[in-house]
């Protein structure tokens, strides 16, 4: 395996920028990167595989920057598949042309093609990070985004002594782009992975890892950041580090009341900064993740492994690790508590409320195509949001939205699901299967005046079985300010609802058989997707779009298209 590839070198490059961050900090502006898409051989579980990279490195490139600092990233694809970069959780002030989700704000950067994303990082300070956003090409093509505050502004918390990158994923033993070719051709859910892994290695329990197993080095007695990254595609995880206590001090680059834990739980997409208090000394321990699996049994299958990496002490003897006691793989009330107990630290939550949405997220079904598909009745699952299952166009919406090309989308979202039902209520397949089931397809979304606040509550929905839905919205930072289960009552939830510190998120779960309430202002113009970050689901249709419309002043408005923009 090539030596720029081992997740060993990720850390010692957190130790590098660590140590000298105040030279590099004095010059910063511009923060300029070229990525090249390029395949790479790396070996993982007793076997050479081909896979999609950036610059030949798995995880890619960390970039780090200063909140203000202006990020320009040349992309220039050397592969067969069509690519796109995310800057996933960054707001994107009025530059909602590099946000990156194919066919919604751009189209995708073809063989030999290059493409320039250029933007400022405003009003962001934390951890977030970047990702392929087009098809199962995020599996491989990922890396953390740091964002330093302004020079001369500290930290909420102690300043730590190091800071080290710890990104959760998920690998495959074959192409990815295959995995999802096939589910799309079978009509049937994409296969599981092989693994999980930490800073891209499966760790000790797993075949042919154990000698490329991540590891981090600390010195008793000092705090330590932890930069936390859920990368996998289709998987929230436990994570926890064996006799050390852990304290949350952001969440999706947005800070948070400290809060002490055994144990964390992350979301696909969500990022976390946790410092480490170094407070053993004799032995070597284990970090651990576990997926959590909301599904019911027989409703699909995850690897019963943990993923592990170690953190040793510096001075002391290698000894075999301590192993943390994770919770259960389907430890729903744990999942909720740790979810629903964080706090924002500066909040600024909308009081009043101008749109509101009740959207149940979920499955829904369609009848097959000509060929027959591996589900009952000729019909097949697909996401839905309010029964619609989103297809995406073959022109970017943004493109279509600002020169007026018709045909692409429709203007016609619902703020509400066509039928009330009870949304939690388990419904086994019948025949002739219940009406609620039924699902349209389209490219409708949800047209928002400037400046306007909106409340939108995720209603779960039992359709062919409930399941945790991690939400993800672009170009918005937004509030949890309630979440519960069961059905969502508008007469008497709203009553619990936290409108002095609740947590300020860019992507939050709607929890297996509840609701999830969120509050945020549409101050960033432009065409903006919301969707399930469990990668599956996306591409089963759980997706839907914002346009936020012009303010009035000229820093409220959208500006032209960047030249070199790739074309449909």
Known sequence: MAAGLKSSNLL??????????APWEASAAIVHHKFTIETQKVWRLCKEQEIVTVNGQFPGPTIYVHE???????????????ITIHWHGV?????????????????????????????????????????????????????????????????????????????????????????IREAI????????????????????????????????????GENYLLRIVNAALNHAFFFKIAKHRLTVVATDASYTKPYKTKVLFIQPGQTMDVLLKAQQGS???????????????????????????????SGSKYSVPVMPNLPPFNDTPTAHKFSSQLKSLFPSVPQTVDEEMLITEGYGIVSCPTNPCQWVNNVRAVGSLNNISFVRPSVDILQAYYFGIDGVFTRDFPNNPPLKFN?????????????????????????????????????????????????????????????????YNPQTDPANFNLVDPQMRNTIGVPTGGWTAIRFTTNNPGVWLLHCHLEAHSELGFDMVFIVENGKEESE????????????
Not at 68 to 82: P, Q
Request: glycine share 6%.
């Open 12 to 21: 010692k490059l957190a130790f590098v920028c660590v140590i000298f961050i």
């Open 68 to 82: 203000g600092d202006n990020v320009v990233v040349e992309v220039e694809n050397k592969v067969h598949d069509n």
């Open 91 to 179: 707001k994107q002030l009025r530059s909602c042309w590099v946000d990156g989700p194919a066919y919604i704000t751009q189209c995708p950067i073809a063989q030999g093609n290059t493409f320039t994303y250029n933007f400022t990082v405003t009003e962001q300070e934390g951890t977030l990070w970047w990702h392929a956003h087009i098809s199962y090409l995020r599996a491989t093509v990922h890396g953390v985004f740091v964002i330093y505050p302004r020079i001369g502004k500290p930290y909420p918390f102690p300043k730590p002594a190091a800071e080290f990158p710890i990104i959760l994923g998920e690998w495959w033993n074959s192409n990815v782009e295959d995995v």
């Open 185 to 220: 051709e079978k009509g049937d859910v994409p296969r599981e992975s092989n693994a999980y892994t930490i800073n891209t290695q499966p760790g000790d329990l797993f075949p042919c890892s154990a000698k490329e197993t991540s590891r981090i080095v600390v010195k008793r």
């Open 283 to 313: 032995e070597t321990y284990y970090m651990g993740a576990r997926a959590y699996d909301s599904r019911p049994a027989g409703a699909g299958q995850y690897i019963n492994i943990t993923t592990t990496a170690i953190l040793q002490y």
């Open 423 to 487: 949304y939690t209520q388990q419904n086994p397949p019948s025949t002739p299967l219940p009406s609620f089931w039924n699902t349209e397809s389209g490219t409708r979304v949800k047209v928002l005046k400037f400046n306007s606040n909106v409340q939108i509550v995720f209603q779960n929905t039992a359709i062919v079985f409930t399941e945790n839905h991690p939400i993800h919205l672009h170009g918005h930072d937004f509030y949890v300010v309630g979440q519960g289960f069961g059905n």
């Open 557 to 568: 408005k959208l500006p032209p298209p960047p030249l070199g923009l790739p074309q449909c």
